[in-house]
Antibody, heavy 121, light 110 residues
Framework: QVQLQESGPGLVEPSQTLSLTCTVS??????????WSWIRQHPGKGLEWIAY???????NYNPSLKSRVAISVDTSKSQFSLKLSSVTAADTAVYYC?????????????WGQGTLVTVSS | QSVLTQPPSASGTPGQRVTISCSGS????????VNWYQQLPGTAPKLLIYSNDHRPSGVPDRFSGSQSGTSASLAISGLQSEDEADYYC???????????FGGGTKLTVL
C-alpha cells in the first residue's frame, strides 16, 4: 500500500524559505489520475490546502499562498517537494503531504504522518 | 473563517447516534461531492467518507454520510469511546479553484 513520509527542517528562521520533501513508497508517483498534495494545520486549528502537482508537472496552488509557494516533483526519486518563501510565525504549522484522487477532487488518501515546522529566530 | 461551516463541537454517550453538519454553498457542496476525515489526537487525518456516502475499506459501517443541496452530514451510530476525534468535511470549491475544508468538529464521547 502507498505510504508517504515528509522530511525537512523543523525550524526555519523568519524571512527564510521553508523546504519540505515527501517520499512516496509502495506505489508509483506517476500513476494516472493521482495528484500529490501539501496541506497544513496551524496549531490547534483546521486544515488548509496549499498546493498539488501531477507527475507531468501540472500544478494548482491555493491563491492565498500562490505568490510564496512552489511545488515540484522528481519522479526518478519518487518524491515531491514544497518551498514556501518569506516565512513568518504565521507559517508555523504541521505540514502534511497526501495523495489526491483526481483533479477537482478532495479525496486525500493516504496522508503522511505530518511534520511540525516552527518559524522562529 | 472556513469556507465550509461545521459546529465546533459535538458530544454523545456510548451507543448513541450523533450527527455532524457541514454547510457550504453552490460553488462547493452544491456542485461537488463531500469527503469526511477523522483526526484522532496527535495523528494525521484519515479519509472516513468519500463521494458523499462511500466508506473506504476498513471503515466501520457505523459511519455514514449524506448530502443534500449545499449541506452535508456525517452520522456516527453506536458511538464508541475510540470515536473521540476531530472531524473535517471537505469539497472542491469553484471560487478557490481548489479543495476547501470545514473548520472541524471536536467530538467528545461522554
Amino acid at each position: 500500500q502507498v505510504q508517504l513520509q515528509e522530511s525537512g527542517p523543523g525550524l526555519v528562521e523568519p524571512s527564510q524559505t521553508l523546504s519540505l520533501t515527501c517520499t512516496v513508497s509502495g506505489g508509483s508517483i506517476s500513476s494516472y489520475n493521482y495528484y500529490w498534495s501539501w496541506i497544513r494545520q496551524h496549531p490547534g486549528k483546521g486544515l488548509e490546502w496549499i498546493a498539488y502537482i501531477y507527475y507531468s508537472g501540472a500544478t494548482n496552488y491555493n491563491p492565498s499562498l500562490k505568490s510564496r509557494v512552489a511545488i515540484s516533483v522528481d519522479t526518478s526519486k519518487s518524491q515531491f517537494s514544497l518551498k514556501l518563501s518569506s516565512v513568518t510565525a504565521a507559517d508555523t504549522a504541521v505540514y502534511y503531504c497526501a495523495r489526491l484522487f483526481g483533479d477537482r477532487s478532495c479525496k486525500f488518501d493516504p496522508w503522511g504522518q505530518g511534520t511540525l515546522v516552527t518559524v522562529s529566530s | 473563517q472556513s469556507v465550509l461551516t461545521q459546529p465546533p463541537s459535538a458530544s454523545g454517550t456510548p451507543g448513541q447516534r450523533v450527527t455532524i453538519s457541514c454547510s457550504g454553498s453552490s460553488s462547493n457542496i452544491g456542485s461537488y461531492t463531500v469527503n469526511w476525515y477523522q483526526q484522532l489526537p496527535g495523528t494525521a487525518p484519515k479519509l472516513l467518507i468519500y463521494s458523499n456516502d462511500h466508506r473506504p475499506s476498513g471503515v466501520p459501517d457505523r459511519f455514514s454520510g449524506s448530502q443534500s443541496g449545499t449541506s452535508a452530514s456525517l452520522a456516527i451510530s453506536g458511538l464508541q469511546s475510540e470515536d473521540e476525534a476531530d472531524y473535517y468535511c471537505s469539497a472542491w470549491d469553484d471560487s478557490l479553484d481548489g479543495p476547501v475544508f470545514g473548520g472541524g468538529t471536536k467530538l467528545t464521547v461522554l
